[in-house]
Nanobody, 129 residues
Framework: QVQLVDSGGGLVQAGGSRRLSCAAS????????MGWFRQAPGKEREFVAA???????????AYADSVKGRFTIARDNAKNTVYLQMNSLKPEETAVYYC???????????????????WGQGTQVTVSS
């Protein structure tokens, strides 16, 4: 069982930055693949980024093409926390952002929401133009 609490959302101007956090309660957090998804009003939930640990202080991350170069996903295994640093935000990125955990231990960094077993409650990010 994994519990996720995501936070850090709020109102930001276009071009601004925001950092989201997701605190996880999980045994062996370092083996959990963590992801971020978002869902805008009237749209399907979409993949943003995901990360897994590959060794001591080594990680593999994947990003949606739309955020590559602007968003950075990171994790602190000592704190059981994953972060999403978002820069150069656009109004169309207004959405509820969710962190997710894949606890199956297979190490697959999936872009599919059905691959993730646990979800945070979501945090609203509003980007004003």
């Amino acid at each position: 069982q994994v519990q996720l609490v995501d936070s850090g959302g709020g109102l930001v101007q276009a071009g601004g930055s925001r950092r989201l956090s997701c605190a996880a309660s999980a045994r062996s957090f370092s083996s959990v693949v963590m992801g971020w998804f978002r869902q805008a009003p009237g749209k399907e939930r979409e993949f943003v980024a995901a990360i897994r640990s590959t060794g001591h202080n080594e990680y593999y991350a994947a990003y949606a093409d739309s955020v590559k170069g602007r968003f950075t996903i990171a994790r602190d295994n000592a704190k059981n926390t994953v972060y999403l640093q978002m820069n150069s935000l656009k109004p169309e990125e207004t959405a509820v952002y969710y962190c997710a955990a894949d606890n199956k231990g297979l190490g697959d960094v999936s872009r599919r929401d059905y691959s993730y077993d646990y979800w945070g409650q979501g945090t609203q990010v509003t980007v004003s133009s």
